[in-house]
């Protein structure tokens, strides 16, 4: 019964969705303010729907219904219940269920926070959101809804969830992702809603900009975890595998980058419109296609397990439909999009038009390196693998290079400034980038080393120049806790992402350069040393989980004869598919991480395969993406975005 | 990284063993061999898997090739050697980093490509754009006598108007 009702509210969220999609658009078109105001009851109403569906689904999965068969096929009753509910998510048809629900959720955020926002945009905003909930959710029904039944015999127990699923990480990873993704296509419908309405605006850009700020950060925080379940998880110790499925998500991150930026000189100076608009319809348009390309499993068609060409084909259609028609849309309107004000050489819009370029092209290499094996399979020219030597060899120059962009343009003020105050703010920053730099691999490594050289100057450099700039605000001020408080959040938002790109990038340069690992066969007693550090082996013995037996190991670690931990890997077997599980355990630094893994069992158990990993300053890798987070979020806190939304004249509505 | 590891799970379903990280023993006399070995399992693609490399993968064909690898290092082969008989054998596909031939031109130059056009459409950008507001400026300043005397009697009469 509960899942029929699932089924029905999903159904009738679609009839509601398709309605959002039409009136308030009709309306706005033809200037009838009853019409538009159907908007935002039409968005509560599609929540609403949205929300008893993904209750329903979630009741299905607490309850252990295996007549569902997306709940026999994704669930098990061993399963703890945290497990259970985040398997909703577990799947095709649960994530696309999410997907929409999200997208339902932004909606209504939208029509509850934008008491400012004149009618008609706001009418127009919540159609295009409407008319993308329509392609989804009609996507949900007709091709992955996940209430189907198992009819009239069905499974006593589940199939139980993948075991690298059953983790911490799947409950938080993709609700972020998706609040991510999703979130672009508000960004995307304040687009579409511009070049409908003409209206381009300061007033414009200070809108979308929120909004566009808190999906980028939830895009990044999504990456980031991602990053670090993998990590942890997989049990290989990497942490990024330019894999076709990260690349989906890192390529509308640069370009939602790029839209931060952009919007920022839009709001600020009234330029770039045309560009930004642009960037909104790719960003979004860039969320649609890591859907596509993932879920209909063109990318991984080496075998063809997960692929269903129908599928593939609806996802395709709406991604086609979304760029043509935003595209028409622009090609006709955008032209009338005047920018309202001069640069010189030397401004900080220039610098932005340049950060615009380097993180554009890095979105389209990402794309290239993606595709190109299709593209030359599709051209019937062989088939090629295009994987992490490409894009570590392609990308590392072009950041570094932002990098020293990114320097000079927290120097460089709107409109123009001059050369000279510029070289004086930032020839200091320069020389003490560099020269840490390059004494930094010889206290820290064994000897000089270019890549290292290279990562922390700039990496220096972009830190240097952001608190140079900082500190120089106070040079005229009264009082120092006066300016402190009169600085705008979004500049602090500002310093505290830029800083966050020098720490993920300082922590890139290390760990890929001073990581140690080893492979080794291991009895009870053995050890082995490892960048100072030595593993003591002392044997495994067997211990039960909820859902699973293993084998766990004991391995004591040392520095120089003193004990620094106890460290317990795992090698699970799963009780229901009895799948093996490598599970690694991690001794977590802020310099270092020691990260033991277990292999095989040799010799019939008497010793093991062992991998251990000595990963120097990994963890600010993610600590940087968590700033950039930060960062984007706090400049959403901004009094400016506050005002504009408290100011009582709500006429219109 | 979610759909990774439900594709996977898809894997999974055929095999129970690929799961667990690859984790074998591979003893070198040299470590400088050591490191070579794990750079070529890591820059080799396992032919039969869904998208990992050698090293980290757990399947058959992924152990015979770290073996080989093995064996043709201690044989003192170069790694151009070693590679060379891998793409004999399995085509570019076990390539992780593409060959730069004329196919691929696109892949390894268009990044610098785009960079490079990137950048001359922002200056010309720029140019266009200081260009109209000279004109602009120029036009403002530049009013005819009759235009400015026209003005200067607007002045007037606003100022004799208070």
Redesign the interface.
């Known amino acids: 019964m509960i899942p029929e009702i699932g089924e029905f509210a999903l159904i009738i969220a679609l009839f509601l969705s398709a309605v959002l999609a039409l009136v308030p658009m009709y309306g706005a078109a033809t200037v009838n303010e009853l019409w538009m105001s159907y908007a935002k009851p039409l968005a509560k109403g599609q929540f609403l729907f949205m929300l008893i569906s993904f209750i329903c689904l979630g009741y299905a999965f607490s309850q252990d219904d295996f007549s569902v068969i997306y709940v026999a096929q994704h669930s098990n009753s061993q399963m703890p219940i945290q497990f259970k509910l985040s398997a909703i998510w577990g799947g095709h048809e649960g994530s696309l269920l999410l997907w929409a629900f999200i997208l339902s959720g932004w909606t209504l955020a939208v029509s509850l926070f934008s008491r400012s926002l004149p009618l008609d945009m706001l009418a127009r905003v919540l159609s295009v959101m409407g008319i993308i909930a329509t392609g989804f959710i009609s996507f949900l029904l007709v091709t992955s809804s996940p209430f189907l039944r198992y009819l009239p015999s069905f499974p006593e127990d589940g199939a139980d969830l993948n075991p690298l699923l059953q983790d911490f990480g799947l409950i938080v990873h993709p609700p972020m992702l998706y609040m991510g993704y999703v979130g672009f296509s508000v960004a995307f419908s304040f687009a579409i809603a511009a070049l409908l309405s003409g209206r381009l605006d300061t007033a414009w850009a200070r809108w979308s900009r929120s909004w566009t700020n808190i999906a980028w950060a939830f895009l990044g925080l999504g990456i980031t975890l991602g990053s670090w379940w993998a990590y942890y998880e997989l049990g290989w110790g990497g942490w990024w595998f330019w894999d076709p499925v990260e690349n989906a998500s890192l390529m509308p991150w640069l370009v939602g980058t790029a839209l931060v930026h952009s919007l920022a000189a839009t709001e600020k100076r009234g330029v770039f419109k045309s560009w930004t608009l642009l960037l909104a319809i790719f960003a979004f348009s860039l969320s649609l296609l890591g859907t596509f390309l993932v879920r209909s499993g063109v990318l991984t068609s080496v075998h063809a397990f997960a692929s269903d060409p129908e599928r593939g084909f609806f996802i395709l259609m709406l991604l086609a439909i979304t760029m043509g028609g935003s595209l028409t849309l622009y090609a006709f309107k955008a032209p009338n999009v005047k920018s309202e004000s001069n640069f010189s050489w030397l401004s900080r819009e220039v610098l932005l038009l340049v950060n615009n370029v380097f993180l554009t092209v890095m979105a389209v290499t990402v794309l290239l390196g993606t595709l190109y094996p299709l593209l030359i399979d599709a051209l019937g020219a062989g088939k090629i693998s295009v994987g992490p030597p490409y894009f570590n060899a392609v990308f590392v120059p072009i950041m570094g290079t932002m990098a020293v962009a990114m320097g000079i343009s927290v120097a460089v003020r709107w409109r123009e400034t001059s050369t000279k105050v510029v070289i004086d703010k930032l020839w200091l920053p320069a020389a003490i980038s560099i020269l840490c730099g390059l004494i930094f691999p010889f206290f820290y490594g064994s000897g000089f080393d270019f890549r290292v050289f290279i990562g922390i100057s700039v990496s220096l450099w972009v830190i240097s120049t952001v608190i140079t700039e900082f500190i120089g605000k106070f040079r005229n001020a009264q009082s120092f806790s006066i300016k402190l408080k009169q600085l705008p959040f979004s500049y602090y938002g500002m310093m505290l992402a830029h800083i966050g790109v020098a720490v993920t990038a300082i922590g890139i340069t290390l760990v890929s350069t001073y990581s140690e690992e080893r492979d080794i066969r291991m009895a009870k007693g053995d050890s082995v040393e490892l960048a100072g550090y030595q593993f003591i082996f002392q044997g495994t013995h067997v211990v039960k989980g909820p859902n699973y037996v293993a084998d766990q190991a004991t391995i004591e670690v040392l520095e120089s004869g003193t004990f620094v931990v106890t460290l317990h890997p795992e090698k699970r077997r799963y009780n229901v598919k009895r799948n093996m599980m490598t599970e690694a355990d991690i001794d977590a630094g802020l310099f270092r991480d020691l990260y033991v893994a277990l292999g095989e069992p040799l010799n019939n158990g008497e010793a093991w395969a062992v991998r251990v990993h000595y990963k120097p300053y990994v963890r600010w890798l993610w600590l940087g993406g968590i700033l950039m987070a930060l960062g984007g979020l706090l400049t959403v806190a901004d009094k400016r975005y506050r005002q504009s939304k408290a100011e009582p004249e709500d006429a219109y509505v | 990284?979610?759909?990774?590891?439900?594709?996977?799970?898809?894997?999974?379903?055929?095999s129970?063993?690929l799961?667990?990280?690859?984790?074998?023993?591979?003893q070198f006399d040299d470590p400088e061999k050591e490191g070579r070995f794990?750079k070529l399992a890591?820059?080799l693609?396992c032919p039969k898997c869904?998208?990992q490399?050698i090293a980290?993968s757990n399947a058959e064909i992924a152990k015979d090739l770290r073996t080989k690898i093995q064996q043709m290092l201690i044989a003192d082969k170069s790694d151009m050697e070693i590679v060379d008989y891998m793409v004999e054998r399995y085509?570019?596909?076990?390539?992780?980093?593409?060959r730069v031939k004329p196919?691929?031109y696109?892949?390894?130059y268009?990044?610098a490509l785009?960079?490079v056009l990137?950048?001359i459409?922002?200056i010309l950008?720029?140019r266009s754009?200081?260009k109209t507001?000279q004109q602009i400026n120029e036009n403002e300043s530049s009013l005819s006598d009759s235009e400015s005397e026209a003005l200067h009697a607007l002045l007037k009469t606003n100022q004799e108007k208070k």
């Open positions: 990284m979610l759909k990774i590891k439900v594709l996977i799970g898809f894997i999974l379903l055929l129970s063993f799961l667990s990280a690859a984790i074998d023993v591979y794990q890591f820059e693609r869904q998208n490399n980290d085509g570019d596909f076990v390539l992780y980093e593409p196919q691929t696109l892949l390894w268009g990044p785009f960079l990137g950048l459409i922002i950008i720029i754009r200081n507001y």
